[in-house]
């Protein structure tokens, strides 16, 4: 059994409340599970939402963190895909149904019994999660991936969610040579989705309130440039693209970024916005265009996913921050200060 019962972690008391260091309980290993040393944990804007339950009642106290790279430190006497000391990470979900239809096809986000989420969840035995701003979790081998050797952990640990919550659209909408991309928004999510979708061979365009990263976005494999605060550029761009992916978690108007698709084109929300968004459905009656949403995607895409990254390179831009900076960190997320993710050394926790 694992001598591993309890491991640090920065939580959130109460909704809203500063984060602070705490002990908290960690389930011993069993059959299928291995422990993992978490070496590091992305902060993503999700976390901030739910520590402060912009979307909902959540349940505190709350440990966030569902980017995390680390290395397993014991298995469990039935687990076979990994060995002590492998290099694997955890995104944002660590069970699921395994029965369903969704379950059956590799899309455990979608399980119809309702997936289990790395925090602020309930487990199969009724016990809460906890997420990755943590030195050790537990998680079912069936529920973690490898990441491969090419990557640097810490560079890795965004791409469990930011990564694969581009990948999977990306793919989904084929994006690829001849194709027209735009991602909106140069966050978090957005400067992968620029890398992923230029190492897909499609063209990408960055839509950003401003030109204050253009520098950075053509670095990172964007071809065009714009700026959504000049109305001149919702009529330069008109019927433009053939998939817009949005990465922005306040509400955007849908009705002029539909207006920049071709016939037959897609804006797919992968930011959430706490607030109601609304339409006109002309928008995309004319047009035949298609306004969708994506999370991120099952198990076996994220490994696939973390395999392409390392085949092409692609890892997070990232700001390497000691845990007790997780509450400065939260700010500045907000504030927009941040080129392009905040990673925790799990090791100053």
């Known amino acids: ?31 299928h599970d291995v422990l993992i040393e978490i070496k590091y944990a992305g902060i993503c804007h999700s976390d901030i939402h739910q520590a402060r339950e912009g979307w909902g009642e959540a349940i505190f106290p709350m440990v966030p963190g569902h980017e995390i790279a680390g290395v397993v430190a014991e298995t469990g006497p039935g687990v076979t895909r990994f060995a002590v000391g492998d290099r ?4 944002c979900l660590v069970d699921s149904c395994r029965t369903c239809e969704q379950c059956l096809a590799g899309q455990e986000q979608f399980c119809v ?21 943590s030195t050790h979790v537990v998680v079912d081998e069936n529920y973690t991936v490898r990441i491969p050797d090419a990557l640097a952990l810490d560079v890795a640990a965004p791409l469990l969610c930011a990564g694969i919550t581009l990948y999977s659209p990306l ?15 140069l966050g978090g999510l957005g400067h992968v989705g620029v890398k992923i979708a230029h190492a897909l061979g ?36 008109a019927g433009r693209f053939d998939l817009i992916l949005s990465t922005v978690s306040a509400p955007i108007g849908l009705d002029r970024y539909l207006g920049l698709l071709k016939v037959d084109g897609a804006l797919v929300n992968v930011g959430a916005p706490e607030e109601p968004v609304s339409l006109n459905l ?11 949403g994506s999370m991120i995607g099952g198990i076996a895409e ?18 390497l921050i000691d845990a007790a900076q997780v509450n400065e960190a939260y700010e500045r997320v907000l504030a927009g200060d941040v080129r392009y993710r905040f990673v925790i050394d799990a090791s100053t926790i």
């Open 1 to 31: 059994m694992s001598v591993i019962t309890q491991a640090a972690a920065y939580a959130a008391p109460a909704p809203k409340a500063p984060l602070e260091r705490v002990m908290i309980p960690r389930r011993p290993v069993g059959e």
């Open 88 to 91: 694997v990470g955890v995104g």
């Open 113 to 133: 019994q309702g997936a289990t989420g790395t925090y602020n969840a309930y487990d199969r035995n009724g016990e809460p999660t906890y997420g990755g701003y």
């Open 171 to 185: 793919r989904h909408w084929q994006a690829g040579p001849g194709k027209k991309v735009a991602v909106v928004g």
């Open 202 to 237: 499609a063209e990408v365009t960055v839509l950003s309130q401003t030109l204050r990263k253009r520098e950075d976005g053509l670095k990172l494999g964007a071809d065009h440039y714009y700026a959504t605060n000049d109305e001149r550029t919702f009529e330069e761009l």
């Open 282 to 292: 002309f928008s995309v009656i004319t047009g035949r265009r298609t306004l969708a």
């Open 302 to 319: 994220t490994q696939e996913m973390l395999d392409f990254c390392a085949a092409h390179g692609l890892g997070s831009e990232i700001e």
